[in-house]
């Protein structure tokens, strides 16, 4: 999307027409002048990040989705505005402060130390080579015995802040 004028074009045409229901939904529920005009920010914030981060567009889609057709419905009369309705869009905010804050720390592999997904958090035990009861080679010579673990990959994500669920 990046050198995309058409699809600049169109997140641009979506981001406006849904503004205004979800300025309208926010006033509903209560909110003030000015704090309803940030619950439509927030939304296109959240949409703008996902789309960039290629990860939970759908997600954001469905929120803006939820959100119009609930300002609408209020709008006709079909929707009361009753208390599941003003919690609901009170959780917009921190929903959205939540999921952006997700996206942004994503951390990007890079051609010289690419991402090694993690197939789960636990260590696996150290694994000796060799028998360490067997009569070895090594044993006379003086020669450090060797293990193998898997803890190399677990490392480098944990130093680099990065968890299981971000390899999702």
Do not use: C
């Not at 290629?54 to 006709?76: C, E, G, K, P, S």
């Not at 130390?113 to 060799?130: D, E, G, I, K, M």
């Not at 080679?137 to 971000?166: F, Y």
């Amino acid at each position: 999307m990046k050198r995309d004028p058409l699809a600049w074009a169109a997140l641009a045409a979506a981001l406006a027409v849904t503004a205004s229901a979800e300025y309208a939904l926010a006033r509903a529920a209560g909110f003030g002048e000015w704090t309803a005009a940030a619950l439509p920010a927030a939304l296109d914030i959240y949409a703008v990040r996902a789309l960039r981060a290629r990860r939970d567009i759908a997600a954001a889609v469905a929120a803006m989705i939820a959100t119009n057709a609930a300002a609408h419905l209020v709008t006709a009369g079909l929707l009361p505005v009753d208390w599941p309705l003003v919690v609901a869009v009170s959780a917009i905010a921190p929903l959205v402060l939540w999921r952006v804050h997700r996206l942004a720390e994503r951390v990007e592999a890079t051609p010289e130390q690419p991402l090694v997904p993690l197939v789960n958090t636990v260590r696996p035990a150290a694994v000796p080579l060799v028998d360490e009861g067997a009569d070895t080679p090594g044993k006379e010579t003086g020669a450090p015995d060797v293990t193998v673990t898997t803890d190399q990959p677990v490392a480098e994500h944990r130093a680099a802040g990065i968890t299981a669920g971000d390899l999702r």
